[in-house]
């Protein structure tokens, strides 16, 4: 070979060589991405355990609760921004201007409900999928009802990827429930309802808790248990805030 044809193969093999690493590293990221967001260390287990003593000091008491908040990876639950956040007892924002709830808040609320294996349970507010992923770890049949079109979609593709499958993810609208599913033995609502939902109370089995914030700009956690066909025993347990549960959107 002579020199000129010896630098006329180099250049050929500069032209080529930095196209096709970059073209390699574009191919690697696109295949590693959907890995490493739903990578859960040694480090979040850790910090999720932080967080489950934070809520025993916080008064929650129910052990499998407290289990169920230990073993959830509520990082992958939020939009990246609110990562190194995710286990802090904090609301955060998600899509569709909603929030995944205080972790605090997720817990009172599912002690109230006092969850028992093959409990036949409704949501009203399915969210980020957080609250049921918590009551399927509990072991509870969960019916859930969205009424965010964009949440609805992104969170029936994502539980299932955690292995959480709840009996039905229902894209509709929560105050009317889900009457060809009842009765159930309880209901639990994420959102901030101005009055409760007569469909809810009737959609309950004697003996059932429904769980519901109640008011307008704040909340009364509020607990109604089914004493019998027209007859409820109601409790009150003090101020939250939620995002408003919104009516007859679809």
């Known amino acids: 070979m002579n020199k000129n044809s010896f630098f006329e193969a180099e250049k050929r093999k500069r032209k080529y060589k930095k196209p096709f690493e970059l073209l390699h590293v574009s191919f690697t990221f696109k295949f590693l991405k959907p890995q490493l967001f739903l990578k859960d260390t040694f480090k979040h287990k850790g910090l999720r355990q932080q ?28 939009d990246s921004g609110f990562l190194d956040h995710a286990y802090q007892d904090k609301a955060f924002p998600i899509a569709a201007d909603q929030t995944i709830s205080q972790p605090y808040t997720v817990a009172f609320q599912t002690e109230l409900l006092q969850v028992k294996k093959e409990s036949k349970i409704l949501e009203i507010g399915t969210g980020s999928g957080y609250q049921a ?35 039905k993810l229902i894209f509709g609208d929560g105050y009317k429930g889900l009457k060809e599913e009842a009765p159930f033995d309880g209901i639990i609502v994420t959102a901030g309802a101005p009055f409760v939902p007569k469909p809810l109370l009737s959609q309950l089995k004697v003996g059932g808790r429904l769980v519901i914030p109640v008011g307008d700009d704040v909340q009364v956690m509020t607990l109604f248990i089914r004493k019998g066909s027209k007859e409820f025993e109601k409790h009150e347990f003090g101020d939250f805030r939620f995002v408003p549960l919104l009516e007859d959107k679809n």
């Open 133 to 167: 992923a918590v009551l399927c770890e509990l072991g509870a049949k969960v019916y859930s009802i969205e009424r965010q079109q964009e949440l609805f979609k992104k969170t029936s593709k994502f539980l299932p990827k955690l292995g959480y499958r709840p009996k």
């Open 51 to 78: 967080l489950v003593k934070v809520l025993i000091d916080k008064g929650i008491k129910d052990d499998a609760v407290l289990s169920a908040i230990g073993n959830i990876p509520r990082h992958l639950f939020m």
